[in-house]
């Protein structure tokens, strides 16, 4: 088993910054592949970035790609979302979310139900 807890979120005005953390905790070889998503109020969830654990190469949605950075820490089993330039269709519950399976094929990435483990989730409101 594998337990993801998120934290970092918050209120911010638009064009803020937040960054959120996502303590992994369990298997360490269940988390090859580990992602953030979100899910705006009334809407669908839909991927946000994901990261390889072993070598840190990184994926981004084009919605975010320049405004948003994932990164990890090994050291500190942490993965990390730096979010800055925010806007309020940013605003939604963020998910961290772990997958056993170490990802080279970019067509995985991006899917939910490529993940095996899910966080809590963590909420994110941009609003002045």
């Known amino acids: 088993q594998v337990q993801l807890v998120e934290s970092g979120g918050g209120l911010v005005q638009p064009g803020g910054s937040l960054r959120l953390s996502c303590a992994a905790s369990?298997?360490?070889?269940?988390?090859?592949?580990m992602a953030w998503f979100r899910q705006p109020p009334g809407k669908e969830r839909e991927f946000v970035a994901a990261v390889r654990w072993t070598d840190g190469i990184s994926y981004h949605a084009d919605a975010v790609k320049g405004r948003f950075a994932i990164s990890r820490d090994n050291t500190k089993d942490t993965v990390y979302l730096q979010m800055n330039s925010l806007e309020p269709e940013d605003t939604a519950v963020y998910y961290c979310?772990?997958?056993?399976?170490?990802?080279?094929?970019?067509?995985?990435?991006?899917?939910?139900?490529?993940?095996?483990?899910w966080g809590q989730g963590t909420q994110v409101t941009v609003s002045s």
């Open positions: 369990g298997r360490t070889f269940g988390r090859a592949t």
């Open positions: 979310a772990a997958s056993t399976r170490e990802y080279y094929n970019r067509v995985y990435i991006p899917r939910g139900g490529s993940y095996d483990y």
